[in-house]
């Protein structure tokens, strides 16, 4: 059966709030956030969509990082929240990019073994790209780069995992040194990152889950 349409004009601010609406009542059952552990094998760094709950992401984060230790069981994984507030105000995206960053980069100062999965959902897809060193400024809740991953750092970080990325929408893609490193999974119809008419296709993310750990797997 064939999903409704939404007319266009309506798209575009429905489509950024929906990660909290679908969500409901569920934010307030959601554990806290977990914090940074010891040194691991796999740092799994998640940026949540606009006003998603879960304790990586209830859309794409928490089982995202379920598939990951599914599939990667004979390696340590730990995970990281990327602090930020994953809001519609001005420079939300930009303070992500920050944390993510700061994270990243003390992580492999203290930890000189671990390797790093970075993963971002619709708003936290412009974290990442940000911090990989695409700028998000002029996309759907993108922001200018604040900080880059050292060069130091970069082949540490084994894959990058983005759904729902919205500089897909204007014409970007993650390219250069981490481009054979990055899925960047865009739903049919998805009208942020895909200019699509289905709203309900960008809360589809978590379908793909397997996948992407799959295509993590065969790079740590």
Known sequence: MRLPSIPARRITAKAVAVTALAAGAAVALQPAAPASAACADVDVVVARG????????????????????????????????????????????SQGNTDLVDHVTAEARSCPNQKFVLVGYSQGANVVDNSIGVSSDGA?????????????????????????????????????????????????????????????????????????????????
């Open 50 to 93: 606009t006003g998603e709950p879960g304790t990586l992401g209830l859309i794409v984060g928490d089982p995202v990082y379920a598939a990951l230790q599914r599939r990667i069981a004979f390696r340590s994984l730990k995970a990281y929240a990327v602090d930020y507030p994953a809001s519609l105000l001005p420079g939300s995206a």
């Open 140 to 220: 759907l809740v993108g922001g200018p780069i604040t900080k880059t991953i050292p060069a130091s750092v970069e082949p540490r970080v084994a894959a990058v995992l983005l759904f729902g990325n919205p500089i897909r929408a204007i014409g970007r893609r993650v390219t250069g040194t981490y481009a054979s490193r990055t899925l960047d999974i865009c739903a049919d119809g998805d009208p942020i990152c895909g200019g699509g008419a289905n709203i309900l296709a960008h809360l589809s993310y978590g379908n793909y889950a397997d996948q992407a750990a799959r295509f993590a797997a065969d790079r740590v």
